[in-house]
């Protein structure tokens, strides 16, 4: 339908009337009382699977939009309802201006490709902060949609270069306490110079000042802070940036904005007729992957990556994923692709990763969380800890993978393992791995997998136990601490049953929970509800152990140290 709208009408108007008469739509949408709200429930990432937590976020998806669409924060309730799962708005700039002469935006829809050199039109950042404030007041009031809300700040037109720290800094302090992240624009290349502040030597001052502004106008809490960069950096300079991201504790990289190369567009005619600008869309699409992957070589799971550049696909939004990003960011797309293109690739995405192999989507928060504070746990109080397994996983490898961690840690210390749970594809290939790994190990398991005994044969007892409840009592009465790997929590239930774990007396061991899987956001619900079930204790609360990635799993059980505890918990606990 979109494809018909487009071919009828979008496409015989100047792309930025297009685009003027698509997002008025969007908003007068989003005004019909509850169609926000009745919006999101049908379009919007509800699957766990999608769920995302970036430096202290939760999103319920990826896919968010990039910056440029609603530069002025205008529709963010309207575009939220068309399932994108975080809105970047801006570039707004510390003064109003009126951006580059028109025509501005050019469209190459064979290519799937806009250019522009809109030039920062924007309305400035203190109109857009009063405008936020007010819909985050709004917000008290009314039900459903509050989607993430980042803010892009980029360099006034009118203001000389060596002026720049101060004019970053004036947007920052305006935007730090309505904005749910910050990002610093130094990328695009429609205002004169802004790309020379990519410069490390030039960046490192704006970045120190807009994190000193971001804490004078949002004292009590700490704006995320992040910088998007251009496609057409050097690597040696996208290893600097890289480095001084790390170097000055920034939250995370965009990679990235549009290029000023014209690789892949065909008709040199109308390139030469549109003129100077950024491209983006599909022809970006390579270059914005490699530069995410160098960035994610250089930085490892340090720094959020939130990859932006020819994102058309669910296969595209994978492959992002699977190259280091934590979040998707796409704005050409959107346009050929109409209104209900977010729902499509977040809906997509999910059957994917649910499907295939899993791809994490935990970010780095496992690492940069401070644990300082977090007091060690010594296994020598420990005899036999029970490892309860969640279901929906199929043999999920790195369930696999993270048991045999387990198992083999146990193993060396003596520690007895009690292997339970229900499932049975998993409970095979984890018991092979736990098995593998030497331990010794007490099975608790149903009769479907009794059946499968080959799996099993290594087990020093076996017990056949039919209720998950049952199952779980055998375990905690044969062990002094409780682990669970959570599973797939395709609806929660499972993890709410900790509710009933209390009623089992489980809640008087210390509990571990085992995240390879990368089910942050689920875990995060459901220990909410254990902390206040009174299942998590603050005394036992050093158990948890939250990780996705097996490998630096074994290096944390190997030392024992305890790990992971978010801040989240913290919070939780106060
Ligand atoms: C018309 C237009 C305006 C844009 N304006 C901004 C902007 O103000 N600030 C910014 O950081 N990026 C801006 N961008 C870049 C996008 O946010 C994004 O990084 C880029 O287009 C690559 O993603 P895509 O291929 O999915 O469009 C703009 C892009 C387009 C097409």
Excluded at 137 to 154: H, L, T
Excluded at 220 to 241: C, F, G
Excluded at 302 to 321: H, K, N, P, S, Y
């Amino acid at each position: 339908m979109y494809r018909v709208f487009y071919d009828s009408v979008l496409r015989h108007l100047p792309p930025e009337a297009a685009h003027r008469g698509a997002f008025w739509l969007i908003r007068a949408a989003a005004q019909v009382p509850g169609a926000a709200w009745a919006g999101q429930k049908a379009l919007g990432s509800r699957d766990p699977v999608l769920r995302v937590r970036a430096f202290g976020l939760d999103f319920p998806g990826p896919l968010g939009l990039a910056a440029g669409f609603d530069k002025d924060g205008e529709g963010v309730l309207g575009l939220a309802a068309l399932g994108f799962s975080f809105i970047e708005v801006g570039t707004v700039t510390a003064r109003p201006q009126p951006g580059n002469p028109r025509p501005r935006m050019f469209r190459f829809p064979d290519e799937r490709a806009l250019v522009n050199r809109m030039g920062f039109n924007n309305h400035g950042a203190y109109a857009l902060s009063a405008r936020l404030r007010a819909l985050r007041a709004q917000w008290g009031a009314q039900p459903g949609a509050k989607p993430v809300i980042g803010v892009n700040i980029g360099k006034s037109k009118a203001v000389p270069e060596e002026n720049a720290v101060a004019d970053y800094k004036a947007s920052a302090r305006v935007v730090a306490d309505v904005a749910d992240y910050v990002v610093v624009n130094v990328s695009s290349p429609n205002t004169p110079g802004l790309r020379d502040l990519q410069a490390v030597g030039k960046l490192r001052p704006i970045m120190i000042g807009v994190r000193d502004a971001l804490d004078e106008g949002s004292p009590r809490r700490r704006v995320p802070l992040l910088v998007k960069i251009a496609p057409d950096l050097a690597d040696e300079d996208i290893d600097a940036i890289a480095d001084m991201a790390l170097d000055l504790g920034l939250d995370g990289i965009i990679a990235t904005n549009t290029t000023i190369s014209r690789d892949g567009l065909a008709d040199s005619a109308a390139v030469a007729d549109a003129g100077p600008g950024g491209m983006s869309g599909a022809p970006l699409k390579q270059r914005s992957l490699a530069v995410l992957a160098r960035l994610h070589d250089r930085t490892g799971k340090r720094l959020v990556l939130i990859a932006a550049g020819g994102i058309e696909t669910a296969a595209d939004a994978e492959a992002r994923l699977a190259a280091g990003a934590t979040l998707l960011q796409a704005y050409t797309a959107f346009i050929y692709q109409g209104p209900f293109w977010p729902h499509r690739v977040q809906r997509d995405l999910a059957a994917r990763l649910r499907s295939g192999k899993m791809t994490s989507l935990l970010g780095p928060d496992g690492l940069a969380w401070d644990n300082s504070g977090m007091s060690e746990i010594s296994s020598s109080n420990l005899s036999a800890v029970a490892v309860y397994c969640g279901s929906n996983l199929g043999s999920e490898p790195a369930y696999a993978a993270g048991a045999a961690a387990l198992g083999r840690v146990l193993a060396e210390r003596g520690i007895r393992l009690v292997w339970g749970g229900g499932q049975v594809g998993l409970m095979g290939s984890v018991a092979d791995a736990v098995l593998g790994s030497g331990g010794q190990a007490f099975g608790v398991i149903t009769q479907a997998l009794k059946a499968k005994e080959v799996a099993y044969q290594g087990l020093a007892e076996l017990q056949v136990v039919a209720t998950m409840h049952e199952r779980k009592a055998v375990m905690a009465d044969a062990a002094d601490a409780f682990v669970m790997l959570p599973g797939g929590f395709g609806t929660f239930d499972e993890f709410f049953e900790v509710v009933t774990w209390t009623q089992l007396g489980i809640h008087a061991k210390p509990c571990g929970i085992l995240d390879v899987g990368g089910y942050f956001g689920a875990l995060r619900t459901m220990l909410d509800a254990a902390v206040t079930a009174g299942f998590v204790r603050q005394a036992h609360r050093d158990m948890i152990i939250v990780d996705d990635d097996p490998g630096r799993l074994l290096d944390r059980l190997a030392a024992w140290t305890p790990v992971t505890v978010g801040k989240w918990l913290d919070r939780a606990d106060r």
